[in-house]
Antibody, heavy 120, light 108 residues
């Protein structure tokens, strides 16, 4: 059974960089059938796609966040990572990592999510 | 950018009711539309992909329809475990995609 697990600091100071890693187990990240992505949800609000990466390293970002986002992949560790720079309180959210089918771009597996709070 | 809207934003229903949620895209997205269910404190769960295909393991009381700009998610007979928030997601602009704002279904 595929599992995704987010890890990283739960508290980040304003203007600093948020860094999270997603570890994939029970399956290979090096599959041509999937993208691997990050989706966030501010408390009490809806879902926002942040960006996705293909195992080859090709990246795709939400235009509204593109200037601040970097997603990378480490196939040797079966992990992918998110960096979001210059964070503000508006970046406080539950961050999910996810597996995304390349066919219908549906998100078929999600991590449990990790709350990241931006506060001094 | 493709914008997604959902209606209603919330609804109250009773166990056994037939429930319909509507999702509308700002431009035609063919059948590139997926539906998710999210319960409090949990990650979303894929219900329907490609507008009308039922994800493996999802009860058959859930169904999806539509194409172009207008889509519906129907729960034929609402069960206690179906009280949740439902999101649509367009995948026409793949690999870029956007979610609708959500529809909360609670107990009447």
């Amino acid at each position: 059974q595929l599992q995704l697990q987010e890890s990283g600091p739960g508290l980040v100071k304003p203007s600093e960089t948020l860094s999270l890693t997603c570890t994939v187990s029970g399956g290979s990240i090096s599959s041509s059938s999937y993208y691997w992505g990050w989706i966030r949800q501010p408390p009490g609000k809806g879902l926002e796609w942040i960006g996705s990466i293909y195992y080859s390293g090709s990246t795709y970002y939400n235009p509204s966040l593109k200037s601040r986002v970097t997603i990378s992949v480490d196939t040797s560790k079966n992990q992918f990572s998110l960096k979001l720079s210059s964070v503000t309180a508006a970046d406080t959210a539950v961050y999910y990592c996810a597996r995304i089918m390349t066919t219908e771009t549906d998100v078929d597996y999600w991590g449990q999510g990790t709350l990241v709070t931006v506060s001094s | 950018d493709i914008q997604m809207t959902q209606s209603p934003s919330s609804l109250s229903a009773s166990v056994g009711d037939r429930v319909t949620i509507t999702c509308r895209a700002s431009q035609s997205i063919s059948s590139y539309l997926n539906w998710y269910q999210q319960k409090p404190g949990k990650a979303p769960k894929l219900l329907i992909y490609a507008a009308s295909s039922l994800q493996s393991g999802v009860p058959s009381r859930f169904s999806g329809s539509g194409s172009g700009t207008d889509f519906t998610l129907t729960i034929s007979s609402l069960q206690p475990e179906d009280f949740a928030t439902y999101y649509c997601q367009q995948s026409y602009s793949t690999p870029i995609f956007t979610f609708g704002p959500g529809t909360k279904v609670d107990i009447k």
